[in-house]
């Protein structure tokens, strides 16, 4: 079975802070698929990113890093000088060998504070 | 422009009632899901189907059923055998490889209400 836990449930900084959202997955699958989604207040989850086992590079966009551990099973996220437009919920989620289907953990809200 | 629409976005309904939510996709997309999300939780799977005609339970399909007449819709009935039926309803969809590795796009969701 697959889980993913998103163990800070709740995160406040002040805007320019640097924040990190950890995710921490458990799969028995040899090749999986991790993603990261936000989900404003509007309700609406947005895809940010999809990152194969097999890859392990850290990935950049903007103000938005990954970091992608095998070793230690997490895939966390960091957002780089907050800014209140980044409050939302996140969520990450797995996918695994079999079937289309992703497993998401619980989420951590941002609260960006101006 | 592509996406997923539901409807309604605000959905009331008494108890004992039967309530059907809409949801359309013009993205060609095999697979379609539906998940619900109750206040400061994570996301869980009432039912997905990968195929017109063929759909199977997610983890909580109790109370819940589907259809998938056509390619770009798959509504979602909840029935009054739902216990607690109050909650943000997602549907998503994606592409069907087989596998987990396809993004999942999301409409805006129905939020439903029982009074």
């Known amino acids: 079975a697959q889980k993913v836990t998103q163990a800070q449930t709740e995160i406040s900084v002040v805007e320019k802070e640097d924040v990190t959202l950890d995710c921490v997955y458990e799969t028995r699958d040899t090749t999986y698929y991790l993603f990261w989604y936000k989900q404003p207040p509007s309700g609406e989850l947005v895809f940010l990113i999809r990152r194969n086992s097999f890859d392990e590079q850290n990935e950049i966009s903007g103000r938005y890093s990954w970091n992608f551990q095998k070793s230690t099973s997490s895939f966390n996220f960091t957002i780089t000088a907050s800014q209140v437009v980044d409050s939302a919920v996140y969520f990450c989620a797995l996918g695994g060998n079999a079937g289309n289907m992703l497993t998401f953990g619980g989420g951590t809200r941002l609260m960006v504070k101006p | 422009d592509g996406g997923i629409t539901q409807s309604p976005k605000y959905l009331f309904r008494k108890e004992g009632q039967n309530v059907t939510l809409s949801c359309e996709q013009n993205?060609?997309?095999?697979?379609m899901y539906w998940y619900r999300q109750d206040p400061g939780q994570g996301l869980r799977l009432i039912y997905y189907s990968q195929i017109v005609n063929d759909f199977q339970k997610g983890d909580i399909a109790e109370g819940y059923s589907v259809s998938r007449e056509k390619k770009e819709s798959f509504p979602l009935t909840v029935t009054s055998a739902q216990k607690n039926p109050t909650a943000f309803y997602l549907c998503?969809?994606?592409?069907?490889?087989?596998?987990?590795?396809?993004?999942?796009?999301f409409g805006p969701g129905t939020r439903l209400t029982v009074l």
């Open positions: 993205l060609n997309h095999d697979a």
């Open positions: 998503a969809s994606s592409r069907a490889s087989g596998r987990g590795d396809n993004e999942q796009f």
